[in-house]
C-alpha cells in the first residue's frame, strides 16, 4: 500500500514534500526478513519478490536505499533465478513472469542488473521471456495466454532492451479481443467479463508498443512517462534543497581548499609526491561530492591527459606483465618507456587513476582492460592477498580492496582468485568482530571497511561470513562511535572514521549508527574555519585525506550540500551511474562481436 499510495501521489502531480521519508526508510527496514526478502507487514506474512520489487521501488521514490540491504536481496533474487532462466517468486518456485518482471524491475532501479547477472544469464533470460510470446503473452510454459503479460513479460523484455523483437501486430490483435465493447475495460481472455486489473494492464501492454495516442509507461515504475518525469522534477528539487548546505558546513570554503591542493602543497608534504593520483583522486572526488567538479570544466581534459600519461603497459622479456598506473611522473617529460622501467605500476594509484577518470566522465577507452587484470593479477599471492607491485613484500586488505575494485571497475573480477580473495579476507577476522589488516592484527575501521567492501563488490558477503559472524561486524561498529567515530578500541575518534565505520554499517544495512546529529556535530567543529577544510581531531593541521573522508561521512548521513555517495566504491551516485552506462557499452560491444 506504501508503493501504490506513493505511485498515486506522483501521478496526481504531489510533491512528496509531506512524506516522512525516515519513517517508511524505518519501517522497511524492520520488514526485510534474514534472506532479503519482505513481508508486507510488521506482523508478518507471505513474503515473496513481489515485495522486494515495492520495496525497491519506494527506495527509488523516496531517493533512500539506507532501509533496505540491497545486497542480502539481490542474493534473494539470485537464489530464484531457474533452471528454465527466468525468476520465481522466491528460491526453489517455478519461473513466472510476474515475478520475473518484479526480479529485472528491482535489480534495474538497484542499477545493478548487469552486474549481478552475466552475459548468458542475460541471454537465458532474454530467451525465457520471448518464447513467452504466442499471440499475446503467457505467464508460465504450456499457459493460456492472458492480457496481463503483454506488459509483466513486455516490460521485462523493454528493460533488457530486446521488446522490438516480440510481433507487436499478434500482440495488439489479442488484446483487442479481450476489449469489452459494451462497458468497457479488458477482459483476463477473449469474452471473459473485464476486471480493473486486465483493463489496467492491457492498455499498459499497448502503450508499450506506443499504440495510438496513448501516453507512454515507464517499464520499470508501471506509471506514465508523464508522471515519471514529474517524478524526476521531485528529485531534482530534492538535490537542489541538498546543494544549499546550512550555514554551518562550509561548502565553499571546501571547494577552494581543495583547489588549492591541486594548485600545490606545503614544502612538509614533500613525502606525498609519490602518490599524486590519490591527492587528485581526494580532490575531484570531494568536489563532485560538494557539486563544484564544473569549478574544472576548463582543465578537465588536461587531467584526463595526465592521468592517461601515468598509465602504461608492458610486458618484459620474462612475459611478467606491468600495466598500470603510477603515483607520479619522476621526471618533467617522463616518457611511458622510461615510466615503466622506472617506477612500474602500484595497484593503489591503478585505482585511483581509474577512479579519477570515471568522476570526469571518461569512457575508459584508452584502458586495455584485459592487460590491467593480468597485471592485478601477477600481485595476487598464494594465500588470497595481493602485494602494491612488483617485488613488494607489504601486503595488507587495503591492496586487496584496490584489487577487487579495480575488476568491479572494469568489469572483469572473474580474472581474480576470488576464492582465495574470500578466504584471506575470513582469516582477518577477529575475535573483537572486526577486520585486522592481516592476519593475526587487531581490528581496524578502515581494514574493516576494506574487507566488507571487497565482499560485497565480489557478491559474496553472504557466503563467506555467517550471520553471526555480520552480527558481530556490527556490534564493534557500533562500539567505535563516542562524538565521531574511533578506528581502534581505546583510541580517540578520528574524522576519517566517520567514513569507515558509517560505509560499513550502510554496507551492512544497519545505518545510521547512533544518531548522525552525533556524528554531523562532531565533524563540523573539525572545520578549519579561516581557509576551508577539516582537521583529523582537535588540535592538528588541515589535510586532504581528513577532509574527504569527513565530506563522505557527512555525505552518508545526507548532510545539505552533498551528493549521495555510494558506500563500496566511495564515489559519488553520479559517478557510479556513469560507470554502468561503461559497463552497458562494453556489454553491448561485447555481444555484437558474439553475433
Known amino acids: 500500500m506504501t508503493y501504490t499510495a506513493l505511485l498515486s501521489l506522483v501521478i496526481l502531480g504531489d510533491d512528496l514534500s509531506r512524506v516522512c521519508k525516515r519513517g517508511i526508510r524505518a519501517e522497511l527496514h524492520q520488514l526485510q526478513l534474514p534472506d532479503g526478502s519482505f513481508c508486507p507487514t510488521p506482523e508478518g506474512s507471505e513474503n515473496d519478490m513481489r515485495f ?55 535489480l534495474v532501479l538497484m542499477d545493478r542488473l548487469y552486474d549481478t547477472l552475466s552475459h548468458d544469464e542475460l541471454k537465458n533470460l532474454k530467451r525465457w521471456c520471448l518464447f513467452r510470446q504466442q499471440s ?72 508499450l508498443m506506443k499504440f495510438r495516442d496513448l501516453n507512454l509507461v515507464h517499464p520499470a515504475f508501471n506509471i506514465s512517462q508523464r508522471a515519471a518525469t514529474h517524478l524526476e522534477w521531485i528529485h531534482e528539487k530534492w538535490d537542489q534543497s541538498r546543494r544549499r548546505a546550512g550555514d554551518d558546513f562550509l561548502v565553499e570554503k571546501h571547494s577552494k581548499f581543495f583547489l588549492r591542493c591541486m594548485e600545490g602543497l606545503p614544502g612538509q608534504a614533500t613525502s606525498a609526491d609519490v602518490s599524486r593520483t590519490t591527492i587528485l583522486y581526494f580532490c575531484l572526488s570531494g568536489l563532485d561530492l560538494v557539486y563544484h567538479l564544473d569549478d574544472l570544466i576548463d582543465t578537465k581534459q588536461q587531467h584526463v591527459d595526465w592521468l592517461y600519461h601515468l598509465y602504461h603497459d608492458s610486458i618484459d622479456h620474462n612475459d611478467s606483465v606491468k600495466c598500470g598506473s603510477t603515483g607520479s611522473l619522476p621526471l618533467a617529460n617522463s616518457n611511458h618507456e622510461l615510466l615503466a622501467a622506472v617506477s612500474g605500476s602500484h595497484i593503489v594509484m591503478t585505482f585511483s587513476v581509474l577512479s579519477c ?155 545510521p549508527a547512533m544518531t548522525s546529529w552525533n556524528t554531523r556535530k562532531f565533524l563540523l567543529e573539525l572545520q578549519c574555519l579561516d581557509t576551508g577544510g577539516f582537521v583529523s581531531s582537535p588540535g592538528m593541521q588541515t589535510d586532504m585525506l581528513a577532509t574527504y573522508y569527513a565530506i563522505c561521512g557527512l555525505s552518508l548521513i545526507d548532510e545539505s550540500g552533498t551528493r549521495r555517495l555510494n558506500a563500496a566504491l566511495g564515489l559519488s551516485h553520479r559517478a557510479v551511474q556513469h560507470l554502468r552506462t561503461v559497463h552497458l557499452r562494453w556489454l553491448e560491444a561485447s555481444v555484437a562481436v558474439i553475433s
Not at 527509488?60 to 540491497?70: A, E, L, P, T
Not at 530486446?162 to 489479442?174: G, K, L
Request: proline share 4%.
Open 136 to 207: 499475446g503473452f503467457q505467464g508460465r510454459p504450456n499457459k493460456p495466454v492472458d492480457t496481463c503479460y503483454s506488459f509483466w513479460v513486455g516490460a521485462t523484455l523493454k528493460l533488457l532492451g530486446c521488446f522490438e523483437m516480440t510481433n507487436f501486430t499478434q500482440n495488439i490483435e489479442f488484446l483487442m479481443e479481450t476489449q469489452d465493447s459494451v462497458v468497457g475495460g479488458f477482459g483476463k481472455w477473449p469474452d471473459s467479463n473485464p476486471d480493473a486489473l486486465h483493463a489496467y494492464f492491457g492498455i499498459c501492454g499497448l502503450s
Open 357 to 511: 577518470l570515471l568522476i570526469l566522465q571518461d569512457d575508459l577507452s584508452g584502458i586495455d582492460r584485459n592487460v590491467v587484470m593480468r597485471s592485478v593479477r601477477s600481485l595476487q599471492s598464494p594465500d588470497g592477498s595481493f602485494i602494491p607491485c612488483q617485488g613488494s613484500t607489504q601486503t595488507d586488505l587495503k591492496f586487496l580492496y584496490c584489487a577487487v575494485a579495480i575488476g568491479y571497475i572494469l568489469h572483469d573480477i572473474p580474472q581474480l582468485d576470488t576464492d582465495g580473495i574470500c578466504s584471506y579476507i575470513k582469516s582477518c577476522l577477529t575475535y573483537e568482530g572486526g577486520f585486522g589488516h592481516a592476519t593475526g592484527l587487531e581490528a581496524h575501521g578502515s581494514a574493516t571497511y576494506c574487507a566488507i567492501a571487497a565482499l560485497v563488490l565480489l557478491r559474496r558477503l553472504r557466503t563467506t561470513l555467517l550471520p553471526k559472524e555480520i552480527e558481530a561486524v556490527k556490534r564493534w561498529c557500533f562500539n567505535r562511535q563516542q562524538d565521531g567515530f574511533a578506528g581502534r578500541t581505546n583510541k580517540q575518534p578520528s574524522a576519517s572514521y566517520a567514513f569507515w565505520i558509517n560505509g560499513t554499517l550502510k554496507m551492512l544495512g544497519s545505518f
Open 52 to 106: 522486494i520489487y515495492c520495496a525497491s521501488c519506494i527506495c527509488h521514490f523516496i531517493q533512500d536505499w539506507s532501509g533496505m540491504d540491497v545486497e542480502l536481496s539481490i542474493d534473494y533474487i539470485r537464489k530464484s533465478l531457474t533452471y528454465e532462466g527466468a525468476f520465481g517468486q522466491g528460491p526453489g518456485l517455478e519461473a513466472h513472469g510476474g515475478s520475473t518482471f518484479c526480479a529485472v524491475a528491482s
